[in-house]
Each structure stands twice: as structure tokens, then as C-alpha cells.
């Protein structure tokens, strides 16, 4: 019995202790996560002005954002910079990780990683203002086609070349953080089975699909749903280059939540926008899990 | 330790009193507390405010006057909803500096204090131009106390028209002739890539708005409060500014950025700005003039202004009052006159020979008032702005007819009106 009793009291004594150790991070989290969360899906129901009065409005935000034209656009535009951003940064980020993952003499490897992963550390506002100064219908792209003989092209002006020009730019700028990782991944394959499969004669592509690709899939999957949270959420990068322009064609939902929040004061109906866009991301996460968790290599 | 004396106490008493009675006579108060200013602007707004701090604490020595400044970076609107979370919070400054795009939305909320007898009390007020004044009201009562003002002008290189064989624009000139200009100054190489611009069709709703009052119409009707955009002359005015990019290209489409730096470098020979351009011009050394925009139908250029108001229910209300007659006193529009970056809002200092120096044409600032409008800025000014601007944008792109687009802005404009007659009357 006093046995039992002594550990009970150790254990009571070390869940105090637990309790304690993980009430700072609680109390952060609850202040900078989850209150602001709270508070946003509330707004969401509401008119909210401090000044002109506050007041519920019950489904009208979500009723204004689902019957207005403009959020299938701006949805839309957000969906397609997603696609195309994530695609481009896994796909060349493994390519780069490929080319990369060979003997080669040690100064030309880590400059070559030096220099696909300098842009990562640059911050993206910096980026987006030297690649606006680019795109300009007098920057240096258009200076080199027209030296060609080619036309000037509007890379932010126009409907059709925007948003290849912003997702061109993303790509540049984060393939390198998705190049480490898989370079860090394909070290994992194990030397022994690739030995035995360039033994046995299998060609380049048959052992990258058959051998590499499953090993590195769980990483692979991680780096789409990583990369698919961060492009769903852009907002700096479009917002320098074309302010969302010319008029709805790169207007992200990112975008759209801070016009309306802190551009035209509607905070209410920016919130529900916002609450829409976590359910988005909620989905599109979720449907990527369950697709890893059926084709990722046990 | 000290020791005090009767003798001393009473000699250093005397010298208190004598010290006192002294700075009463230079009209210094005995009052103390503490002022906070947000003013906004860059550094020689900031050395514009100090000066005048420095003059109140003169005749306010007791008290503390501190000062932030908000470059307005991101727009008016970052900034109103900075203002409206302050007085949400009980954190408002006492004086704010701000601008016309503001002065309904805060007006609107209650957020300043009405000071029509404060205004009425101070003599030098009589030298500003009755219309600032009168775009500071709101229902009635004067909110503002107007600073500093800008025009749109057309600003253009007289080297480039020299170059080009153009004699300088008129003050009376038309569209016509305008167009006709811009195309003269722009410069094409062979094979049709341009390497000058004759004219920047512009990207902000601030230095588009002469395109519209110069045809007799306006993106929203005559009290703000509903939108315009199916008037027949606001497509008209649309379809001749596509007609310079599309038609002549006489000017790239508007992206997201201005054309100052290239308008500096010789790059542009026209373009639609104010006055706070004048110091970058000097430091360029560029031989620039300035001109009304052209007509159509009337000579009518547009004005936006800077002001400063106080909050409601600001403490030391005699002492808050006094600051704001040196943030709009004499030595203020002085200051700015000479600082060249924006027009004051005193007559006397914009006939300052430092002002007058340049640009050649400097005095017509002034002079165009009488027939500036003031930018529309309803209570919903941020939306109203992004709407239009969005539309505009597609519009000049070509993304959007301007048949449609018109149609669309129209429908979007009257729909914030709307929300915003409901919130008014929530």
C-alpha cells in the first residue's frame, strides 16, 4: 500500500512538474495562436467598427463572399499559383538535388549548393523589387528579346504573363530550399541497393523510379504539403511585383484578406475570407495526407 | 548637505518669483503636461514639426511634446486603420497629422474634435484659400486645419521638347494639343521599341482625376456619394488615355509602379504629378516646367491636401490648441515654402521667392486653385480608391472592355456606398 501511495505521489509530483514546465508555451500559444484564431472565425459573424457600432450579422460576410464574381477569380488565382509554384519548386528542386548528388570535387559541389540556395536567404520583398526593376517593358528580360529581333513581352501588365512571371520569379527564388532537402534525402538511399541494381545493369531513369523516388516519397510528400501551405498563403511577392493586377488576374486570397482588412476596413468580411482560406488550406492538406498515406512507401 | 539660510531662502524666493513673473511677461504659461503628435511624411516633415515644437515650447515651457512620424508607406489606408485601432484602444495621439482622403472616414467616426471657434479666433487663417478650408468641413463643422497643399500639373522636360522641335505648352492647351505633344516626344529605335516615353498614363487615382474634372464629369457625382462610372464621359476620358498607350504608344500601360525615376532620367517627357516632385527635380537638375492640364471641356486640375486636427477629447485642450497654431502658423508654411515639398497653405508663403524659384512657371500653383477640385474622398474613400484603381488597371491593360469595366466598377462602388449608408446608420 505505501508503495503504491509513493507512486502515486511521484506521479501526481511529476504531472505538477510537466504541467508547469509546459505552461509558458501554453500560455504563448493560447495568447498568439489560438485567441487570434478565435477571434477571427467570431469576426467573421460580424460587423465590426469600433467607432460606428459593431454589430452580428450571422452568415452575411460568407453570403457576400460566395455570391461575389470577384472571390472565384481571386480563389482561382490562388489555386493556379499554387499548381504551377509548387510544381515548379519540387520538380526543380529534385532536379537540382539529382545533378547535384554525384562525385564531383568538393569546392564545385558546395559552390554550386551555395549558389541554388543564396536566394532562399534573401528576403522575398527584396527579390520581388529587383525582379520588378527585370520585368519592366524597359528591364533587362525585354532588352535581351529585343536584341533577338523578339517583341517586347508585358510580363506584369498583362493577363496572360503575370502570373507565369510571378510563380518564373518564386520558383527562382525557393527551389533551393526544396534542393537541400532532397540532397539531404538522397543521401539516405541506401548505397548497397544501388550498387546492386548498377550491377545488375538497371538503366539511369529505371533505378531513379523504381529505387530513388520511393525511398525519398515521404520527404517528396512533405515538400509538396510544405510548399502547397506557403504558395496558398503568398502574398509579398505578388503584392510587389503587380499589387494583385492588372485587375484581379494575381489577386491572391492573402492579398484580398488584408485589403479588405486594413485597405477598406472591413474587417468583419475579411475575416470570413480569412476563416474560408484556412478551411481551404485545411482541405487541400488533408487530401494530400491521405494521398501520401496510400502512395508513400511503407 | 546644504544649509539654508532666511537670507538665501528668501533672495532665492525672490529670484523664483522674479523668473516667473518674467516669463509671463514673454507670454510663457505655467501650465505643464504632455502633447503626443503623429504627423506624417519624411525628414523634412519631421524638422518642419520639430521647428514648430520648439516655438510652442517657447510660450509652453513646461511641457513635453513628443512626435512620431508615419511615412505612409503603404497609403491612407494602413494608416486609418492604425488611427481607428488607437482610438479603439484608448491610445490616440492628441494631434494628428493627416490628409483630405481621410477627413470623412475619421470626421464619420466622431474621432476628431470640431474647431470652427478655434479657427475663427486665429487671424492668420484668413491668408489660406477659402477652399481648403471648405474641404475640411463635414457636416458642417471644420475638422481640419489645412497645412500644405498639392495640385496635379502637368510636369514636363523642357530639354526633351527643345530636342523634339515642340514649343512649350500653354496654360489653355487641349487634349489635342496634348496628345499631339506626347506623341511628338516619344521616341521609337527601328524596330518600334521605344526608348522614350512622351507621356506616363498614370497609376494612382490622385493624378488621374484632371483626365476626368478637365471633361466635366468624375469617377463618383458632385456630394460623393454614389458612383459615376456609366457617365458617357467617364468612358470617353478611359478611351482616349487607352488611345495614347494602345494607339499612338505614346505611354506604357500603368503597372504597379510610378515612372519618377525614368521621368528624372530624361526617360519620360511628360507626366501628371505635384509638387513634392520639385526637390527630386532640383537634386536632378532637370530642366522641368510645370502646366495646367490640358482641357476638354473646362480648365480644371485636381487638389489634395495635408491637415492637422485634434482629437476628441484631448487634455490641455488650450495648450493642444496653441500647438496646432504653430503646426499651421506663419514660420510652418514658411518652412515648408522653402522645403519645396508640397505648396503652403498661406498665400503670403507661397509668394516666398524661395518657392517662386523654380520651376519657371512656379506661380501658377497658386494660381490654378481657383479651379482645382478637391480629390473625392467619401467616408469610404480606401474602397472607393481600390476599386476604381483595380478597374482602371484591367481597363488600360485592355483585360477588360471599357464598356464593361465601367459596368462593373459602377456596380461595385454603389454596392460600398450601400454597406457604408448602412453602417452610417447603424
Known amino acids: ?298 | 548637505m546644504f544649509n539654508i539660510s532666511r537670507r538665501n531662502l528668501l533672495v532665492s524666493s525672490a529670484a523664483l518669483a522674479a523668473a516667473a513673473s518674467v516669463g509671463r511677461a514673454l507670454g510663457q504659461s505655467d501650465a505643464s503636461g504632455t502633447i503626443r503628435i503623429l504627423m506624417n511624411g519624411g525628414d523634412a516633415d519631421l524638422a518642419n514639426t520639430n521647428n514648430a515644437i520648439a516655438r510652442f515650447n517657447k510660450k509652453y515651457p513646461n511641457f513635453q511634446v513628443s512626435v512620431d512620424m508615419d511615412p505612409i508607406s503603404t497609403g491612407w489606408g494602413d494608416f486609418v486603420t492604425k488611427v481607428i485601432g488607437q482610438f479603439a484602444s484608448s491610445s490616440q495621439y492628441d494631434i494628428y497629422g493627416t490628409a483630405i482622403e481621410t477627413f470623412q472616414t475619421f470626421a464619420a467616426r466622431g474621432l476628431m474634435e470640431p474647431i470652427d471657434d478655434f479657427i475663427a479666433k486665429n487671424p492668420n487663417y484668413s491668408d489660406f484659400a477659402p477652399a481648403l478650408f471648405e474641404a475640411c468641413k463635414y457636416q458642417g463643422k471644420t475638422y481640419f486645419v489645412p497645412t500644405s497643399w498639392n495640385n496635379i500639373m502637368v510636369n514636363y522636360n523642357r530639354d526633351l521638347f527643345d530636342k523634339a522641335g515642340q514649343a512649350y505648352p500653354k496654360a489653355d492647351w487641349s487634349w489635342d494639343d496634348f496628345r499631339a505633344a506626347a506623341k511628338a516626344l516619344t521616341v521609337k529605335d527601328g524596330s518600334g521599341n521605344v526608348s522614350q516615353w512622351g507621356y506616363e498614363v498614370p497609376n494612382q487615382n490622385f493624378f488621374i482625376q484632371p483626365w476626368f474634372f478637365t471633361n466635366g464629369t468624375g469617377v463618383l457625382n458632385d456630394d460623393w456619394s454614389a458612383s459615376n462610372m456609366l457617365d458617357p464621359k467617364v468612358a470617353e476620358v478611359l478611351q482616349f488615355l487607352y488611345d495614347i498607350i494602345h494607339v499612338d504608344g505614346s505611354s506604357p500601360i500603368p503597372g504597379s509602379d510610378t515612372m519618377d525615376n525614368q521621368f528624372l532620367a530624361g526617360q519620360v517627357a511628360m507626366i501628371n504629378r505635384g509638387h513634392w516632385i520639385i526637390p527630386n527635380v532640383r537634386n536632378a537638375n532637370l530642366n522641368m516646367d510645370v502646366v495646367p492640364p490640358p482641357q476638354k471641356t473646362t480648365q480644371a486640375t485636381v487638389v489634395g491636401f495635408g491637415a492637422v486636427g485634434i482629437s476628441k477629447g484631448a487634455q490641455n485642450m488650450e495648450a493642444v490648441q496653441a500647438m496646432v497654431a504653430e503646426l499651421t502658423g506663419p514660420e510652418l508654411e514658411a518652412d515648408v515654402a522653402k522645403s519645396g515639398s508640397s505648396v503652403p497653405g498661406s498665400k503670403a508663403a507661397a509668394e516666398l521667392p524661395e518657392f517662386l524659384a523654380f520651376p519657371p512657371s512656379a506661380p501658377l500653383y497658386y494660381q490654378t486653385l481657383d479651379y482645382a477640385k478637391a480629390v473625392p474622398s467619401p467616408a469610404n474613400f480606401l474602397e472607393v480608391e481600390k476599386i476604381f484603381i483595380r478597374y482602371y488597371t484591367a481597363m488600360m491593360a485592355g483585360e477588360v472592355s471599357i464598356a464593361d469595366g465601367c459596368k462593373q466598377a459602377d456596380a461595385e462602388l454603389n454596392d460600398s456606398f450601400a454597406r457604408l449608408k448602412a453602417s452610417l446608420g447603424a
Open chain 1, 1 to 298: 500500500m505505501a508503495t503504491t501511495a509513493r507512486h502515486s505521489d511521484l506521479a501526481t509530483s511529476q504531472m505538477r512538474t510537466g504541467y508547469v514546465l509546459v505552461f509558458p508555451a501554453m500560455l504563448l500559444y493560447l495568447t498568439f495562436v489560438l485567441a487570434p484564431a478565435i477571434v477571427t472565425v467570431v469576426l467573421s459573424f460580424a460587423y465590426y467598427d469600433p467607432q460606428l457600432g459593431s454589430h452580428w450579422v450571422g452568415l452575411d460576410n460568407f453570403k457576400r463572399f460566395f455570391t461575389d464574381r470577384r472571390s472565384v477569380q481571386i480563389f482561382w488565382n490562388t489555386l493556379q499559383f499554387t499548381l504551377f509554384a509548387v510544381t515548379g519548386n519540387v520538380s526543380v528542386g529534385l532536379l537540382l538535388a539529382l545533378a547535384l548528388n554525384r562525385s564531383m570535387p568538393g569546392w564545385l559541389l558546395y559552390f554550386f549548393r551555395l549558389a541554388f540556395f543564396l536566394p532562399v536567404i534573401i528576403a522575398a520583398a527584396f527579390v520581388s523589387i529587383v525582379w520588378g526593376y527585370f520585368y519592366q517593358d524597359s528591364g533587362i528580360f525585354n532588352y535581351y528579346l529585343n536584341l533577338l529581333g523578339l517583341p517586347t513581352v508585358r510580363w506584369l501588365t498583362s493577363a496572360q504573363t503575370a502570373m507565369p512571371s510571378i510563380v518564373f520569379m518564386d520558383v527562382w527564388k525557393n527551389t533551393g530550399f526544396f534542393m537541400v532537402i532532397f540532397i539531404a534525402a538522397l543521401q539516405g538511399v541506401p548505397k548497397t541497393i544501388m550498387e546492386a541494381a548498377i550491377m545488375d545493369g538497371t538503366p539511369p531513369w529505371r533505378r531513379f523510379w523504381r529505387i530513388t523516388l520511393p525511398w525519398i516519397s515521404p520527404v517528396v510528400f512533405f515538400a509538396v504539403v510544405y510548399a502547397s501551405i506557403g504558395a496558398l498563403q503568398v502574398y509579398e511577392s505578388i503584392w510587389i511585383l503587380t499589387k494583385g493586377g492588372p485587375g484581379d488576374t494575381t489577386r491572391s486570397m492573402s492579398i484580398n484578406i488584408v485589403e479588405e482588412a486594413f485597405g477598406s476596413f472591413q474587417i468583419g468580411y475579411a475575416a470570413s475570407v480569412a476563416v474560408v482560406m484556412t478551411v481551404v488550406i485545411l482541405i487541400i492538406t488533408g487530401m494530400q495526407m491521405l494521398a501520401s498515406s496510400w502512395l508513400v512507401s511503407k
